[in-house]
């Protein structure tokens, strides 16, 4: 963390952090999921849908925060985040009905609009997790070609 500078100086940065940028994109993609359940899907959420959902939002949101003020924990907190929350848009709604974490959209009535919504949303968990991964791999090949341990 570089401690002179401001959140609004950070903030203004985030087409030069990556991954905050991603993180930013998932968040977006899970607010757009969220709306696309209130204009299809008048039915509500099942509570563990729902848990699992406002969980993905809280990482993401913590994972966005740590990449701004750049902590040596962001990187980690992508890859996690990002890989948990691909994986739990596939399990959930990709995936047949299987039980109470399931809002499986096969033999569903969604439109077209809520598969592209799922899969842009899938790729947007990849694409942190990919930049997450990207950026601890670098710091340890920056950090071994400098001879220091990586933060």
Same mark, same amino acid.
């Given at each position: 963390m570089n401690p002179t500078h401001s959140f609004g +100086? #950070?903030? +203004?940065? $985030? %087409? %030069? #952090? %990556? $991954?905050a940028l991603a993180a930013f994109v998932a968040l977006a993609m899970s607010l757009v999921h969220n709306l696309d359940h209130i204009v299809n899907q008048q039915d509500g959420v099942w509570p563990p849908v729902g848990f699992a959902g406002a969980s993905a939002y809280i990482a993401t949101g913590g994972t966005l925060w740590l990449a701004i003020r750049d902590e040596p924990l962001a990187p980690l907190a992508g890859f996690v985040t990002g890989l948990a929350t691909a994986i739990g848009f596939a399990v959930i709604h990709l995936a047949p009905d299987w039980g109470a974490l399931s809002d499986s959209y096969s033999g569903a009535t969604e439109n077209w609009l809520s598969y592209v919504v799922v899969y842009l949303s899938i790729a947007a968990g990849l694409f942190l997790a990919a930049v997450a991964a990207a950026e601890l791999f670098g710091r340890r090949d920056r950090a071994a070609g400098a001879g220091v341990a990586p933060r």
């Open positions: +100086s #950070n903030f +203004s940065g $985030l %087409r %030069r #952090n %990556r $991954l």
